[in-house]
């Protein structure tokens, strides 16, 4: 099937750490980008987006940034919260098409 | 506002049986799109559907199926199902389902064990 971001690596982090999620997308055409949050036992929750005429944005505690030369994205949370321990998965979609492509997924643990 | 809600959220079957599952999106959204979620594959798009139509389908056999009613809501279908559909079934709304508004709304998913 087709999928953004292969691998799902696990990240630990401590908890007023800043953590960053890596994500690699794999269609050049797709020009918008969001991730996701999913904790245990519930569906997917939106974080934050960023449209490809941008490299950041920046929301409460959690900062996106995109590099369309190599299809990267990134997502940064600050002061990283017992609260935060969830999986998080990058996402892609064309504006003109009707699906949105997520990655593998990254596991993020907060050690207290 | 009512978030999108899913029916059942736990299910049983069997080898060669099939299985309807529901989706109510949230109010206003005409786009539903289908997840297949599973540890080894991550979240595979299976369709998504839009006034009753279906835009756009993932790589999944015949075997499963969508549709869409008047007022929005979902179903969708596996027939002869088989061990490795075992998964969580995500449903998502969106406004239109597009780039712009294209912010996807889930459900918390119906969890089917084949036997």
């Known amino acids: 099937g087709e999928n953004v971001g292969l691998h799902l690596p696990t990240l630990s982090v401590q908890e007023g750490d800043n953590s960053i999620i890596n994500c690699a997308y794999s269609n050049s055409a797709s020009d918008y980008f969001i991730w996701y949050k999913q904790e245990s036992g519930k569906g997917p929750q939106f974080i934050i987006d960023i449209r490809s005429n941008m490299d950041k944005r920046q929301g409460q505690r959690v900062t996106v940034l995109l590099n369309k030369t190599v299809k990267h994205l990134s997502l940064q949370i600050a002061a990283t919260q017992p609260g935060d321990s969830a999986v998080y998965f990058c996402?892609?979609?064309?504006?003109?098409?009707?699906?949105?492509?997520f990655g593998a997924g990254t596991r993020l643990f907060v050690k207290a | 506002k009512a978030g999108v809600t899913q029916t059942p959220r736990y299910l049983i079957k069997t080898r060669g049986q099939q299985v309807t599952l529901s989706c109510s999106p949230i109010?206003?959204?005409?786009?539903v799109s289908w997840y297949q979620q599973t540890p080894g594959q991550g979240l595979q798009f299976l369709f998504e559907?839009?006034?009753?139509?279906?835009?756009n389908k993932g790589n999944f056999p015949g075997r499963f199926s969508g549709r869409q009613f008047s007022n929005s809501r979902s179903e969708m279908n596996v027939s002869t199902l088989e061990l490795g559909d075992s998964a969580l079934y995500l449903c998502a709304s969106s406004l239109e389902g597009r780039g712009l508004s294209g912010e996807l709304f889930f459900g918390e998913g119906s969890r089917l064990t084949v036997l």
């Open positions: 996402a892609e979609m064309n504006t003109g098409g009707f699906k949105t492509i």
């Open positions: 559907y839009f006034s009753e139509t279906q835009r």
């Open positions: 109010s206003g959204h005409r786009s």
